[in-house]
């Protein structure tokens, strides 16, 4: 069974970078999954930032794009987001999830809290 | 963008009694890629539903998914204690993905 475990600081000030990291076990990173980062808001609904594909290939919510890079590391097994620019605004649990609709398979981290304050 | 809207916001039921939640799209879901998840307070949204009525691996029966189109509808038959939770659906035919606000089932 495929588990992902994000991690990466908990705390970001303002304008800063927030960077996490998605640890894949269990399965190959270079399999048929698109890897992807959801966010919620404390209290709100989930937000889709984006994807990448094994090959490198990306998508990315329009809404966040000026600020988004979703990369992958095959050598390491992991996906990685960066969000620069941040803001009080994009305090939320940070989700690292990986799918294969076709099969029917969607795999998600645990989620990490990342606040976004002085 | 494809807007999802979730009803009702909150739904008030007892264990025993049916589920019906619906979400409706902006604009026609391309081959009806459409899932449901189930999430619990400080946990991970949970698959249920793909494909608009594919059940996921190890969901029960209990859990079932209809519509096309715009139109999509997520029936628990009989509610039990472990189903009270949010529900949201989640689009992923089109790009940006998206996902409807969410339904709270609650316990009456």
């Known amino acids: 069974q495929v588990q992902l475990q994000e991690s990466g600081p908990g705390l970001v000030k303002p304008s800063e970078t927030l960077s996490l990291t998605c640890a894949v076990s269990?399965?190959?990173?270079?399999?048929?999954?698109?890897w992807s980062w959801v966010r919620q808001p404390p209290g709100k609904g989930l937000e889709w930032i984006g994807e990448i594909y094994h090959s490198g290939s990306t998508n990315y919510n329009p809404s966040l794009k000026s600020r988004v890079t979703i990369s992958i590391d095959k050598s390491k097994n992991q996906f990685s987001l960066k969000l620069n620019s941040v803001t009080a605004a994009d305090t939320a649990v940070f989700y690292c999830a990986g799918d294969d609709f076709q099969s029917g398979k969607v795999f998600w981290g645990q989620g990490i809290l990342v606040t976004v304050s002085p | 963008e494809i807007v999802l809207t979730q009803s009702p916001g909150t739904l008030s039921l007892s264990p025993g009694e049916r589920a019906t939640l619906s979400c409706r799209a902006s604009q026609s879901v391309n081959s009806n890629y459409l899932a449901w998840y189930q999430q619990k307070p400080g946990q991970a949204p949970r698959l249920l539903i793909y494909g608009a009525s594919n059940r996921a691996t190890g969901i029960p029966d209990r859990f079932s998914g209809s519509g096309s189109g715009t139109d999509f509808t997520l029936t628990i038959s009989r509610l039990e204690p472990e189903d009270f939770a949010v529900y949201y659906c989640q689009q992923y035919g089109s790009l940006p993905r998206t996902f409807g606000q969410g339904t709270k089932v609650e316990i009456k």
């Open positions: 269990g399965g190959s990173i270079s399999s048929n999954n698109w």
